[in-house]
């Protein structure tokens, strides 16, 4: 544990925050091996609970305020806008395919958000 400034770095928080990356640099070999076993999942379908708690615990921590009912409201407001456009712009709706293109917008957002309060508090603890 090292502090810089008012703010102390654990090791722990760094390969928390870390963790999300290494997963998705070996999902290719990890989507192999739930192929394998016959498991309909992908990794990124794994991330997205750590990541909203990730998100969740760092968002306390650096912003002082809990950010998931944001991104809750944000992805509502999408998906309803994805299911509108599906229905009134191309006259059909795949409930199928809006939940795959849902989920990766919601994976999308997550992870922008995720790097945003990484940025955030590397940018506190520097000033």
Known sequence: MSAIG???IDTSLILFYISPFA???F?????????????PIKVV?????YLVILIYAFGRMVLQFNIVPYIIILVSVLGIALV???TFVK?????????RLWWRYVFL????THVAVG??????ITV
């Open 45 to 49: 379908d794994l991330l997205i609970p």
């Open 23 to 25: 997963v998705l640099f």
């Open 84 to 86: 509108t456009q599906q």
């Open 27 to 39: 999902s290719r070999r990890l989507n192999a091996q739930f192929k394998l076993v016959s498991i």
């Open 119 to 124: 940025l955030i508090a590397l940018y506190q």
């Open 6 to 8: 008012s703010v102390t």
């Open 91 to 99: 006259r059909s709706l795949s409930v199928y395919l809006f939940f």
């Open 109 to 112: 957002i997550l992870m922008v």
